[in-house]
Nanobody
Framework: QVQLVDSGGGLVQAGGSLRLSCAASGRTFSSRAMGWFRQALGKEREFVAAVSWRGGSTYYADSVKGRFTISRDNAKNTVYLQMNSLKPEDTAVYYC?????????????????WGQGTQVTVSS
């Protein structure tokens, strides 16, 4: 099992940046792909980004490609999401999640373990 704690959210103006962190505990962290998802008020949870177990492969939703960067540090059991050029439509609760496999995937059902979420609000 993996336990996840998200942090780093906040209020930022459009065009600004934030870095989210996800601290993991559990022995299987380094063997599993990790992902970030988000859920805006009244909307379904959607995929944002994923990174493979060693960090060599990444995958992004079209809406964040070129603006967000996912990375991981297995020595620190931590995953990051660097968010640049933020837009008001990026406003949501952001969740990190641990996949059941080593490879990247955008499928929500492939992620059995979730953090508690961190709020990101982008003002116009």
């Amino acid at each position: 099992q993996v336990q996840l704690v998200d942090s780093g959210g906040g209020l930022v103006q459009a065009g600004g940046s934030l870095r989210l962190s996800c601290a993991a505990s559990g022995r299987t962290f380094s063997s599993r792909a990790m992902g970030w998802f988000r859920q805006a008020l009244g909307k379904e949870r959607e995929f944002v980004a994923a990174v493979s177990w060693r960090g060599g492969s990444t995958y992004y939703a079209d809406s964040v490609k070129g603006r967000f960067t996912i990375s991981r540090d297995n020595a620190k059991n931590t995953v990051y999401l660097q968010m640049n050029s933020l837009k008001p439509e990026d406003t949501a609760v952001y969740y990190c999640a641990a996949s059941r496999t080593p490879a990247t995937t955008s499928r929500l059902g492939e992620y059995p373990n979730w953090g508690q979420g961190t709020q990101v609000t982008v003002s116009s």
